[in-house]
């Protein structure tokens, strides 16, 4: 496609409830990110997939959060029985190492916890 | 990933050059300078980046210092459409291991009409 792309635009959830955010990367994108933003605040790392690589799962904040990727495509946030903390922008972004490693970024995904 | 420090804000009269620079004293030889903005609301957008060459694309140009401890981002014609918040950020390519982008606290620009 054109561009990153990530839904929901916004989820409005109850504390306790698991959510899902998807991202489908720019095609032919071998890299691919998660991000968190809180109001206000900078982004924070979440996870990294490269290809065929283990995913580097070092900016995970719980074991309530975890992502998957199918090979090089379409990438799914979990989280887990949420937390009102976890209220934030959840931003994704593709690369592509071999051309100059720039990370393209979706529009985010609202998410509130109530 | 070498930290970078910019202003915390800046107005610019729209029309006119914006300059926006960044200190990245601390950068290493293998760090490239990216810049980002974050229009309100929006996922951050890339806008250019380099090595030690002065850039130039149909956004912006970047020029670094030849020491590459400092850098402009320089928007030619400031629209009404470029106030957003700039990030300079500092980092390796991720194939040495670096893969997150840091974003600080960036320049708030604001473009006056």
Redesign the interface.
């Known amino acids: 496609g054109a561009g990153v792309s990530q839904s929901p635009s916004n989820k409005v959830t109850e504390k306790g409830k698991d959510v899902e955010l998807r991202c489908d990367p720019i095609s032919g994108h071998t890299a691919l990110y998660w991000y968190r933003q809180r109001l206000g605040q900078g982004l924070e790392f979440l996870i990294y997939f490269q290809g065929n690589s283990a995913p580097d799962k070092s900016g995970l904040p719980s074991d309530r959060f975890s992502a998957e990727r199918t090979g090089e495509s379409v990438s799914t946030l979990t989280i887990q029985r949420t937390q009102q903390e976890d209220s934030a922008v959840y931003l994704c972004a593709s690369s592509l190492l071999a051309s100059g490693d720039t990370q393209y970024f979706g529009p985010g995904t609202r998410l509130t916890v109530l | 990933d070498a930290k970078t420090t910019q202003p915390p804000s800046m107005d610019c009269a729209e029309g006119r050059a914006a300059n926006l620079p960044c200190n990245h004293s601390t950068i290493s030889g293998n760090e490239?300078v990216?810049w980002y903005r974050q229009i309100h609301s929006?996922?951050?957008?890339?806008i250019i980046?380099g090595l030690k060459n002065n850039e130039t694309n149909e956004m912006a140009s970047l020029i670094i210092t030849e020491d590459r401890k400092s850098s402009t981002l320089i928007l030619p014609h400031a629209t009404l459409r470029d106030t957003a918040v700039y990030y300079c950020i500092v980092k390796a390519?991720?194939?040495a291991g670096s893969?997150?982008?840091?974003?600080?606290?960036g320049t708030k620009l604001s473009v006056i009409p």
């Open positions: 490239y990216y929006q996922g951050p957008q890339y980046h390519y991720s194939g893969y997150q982008l840091t974003f600080g606290k």
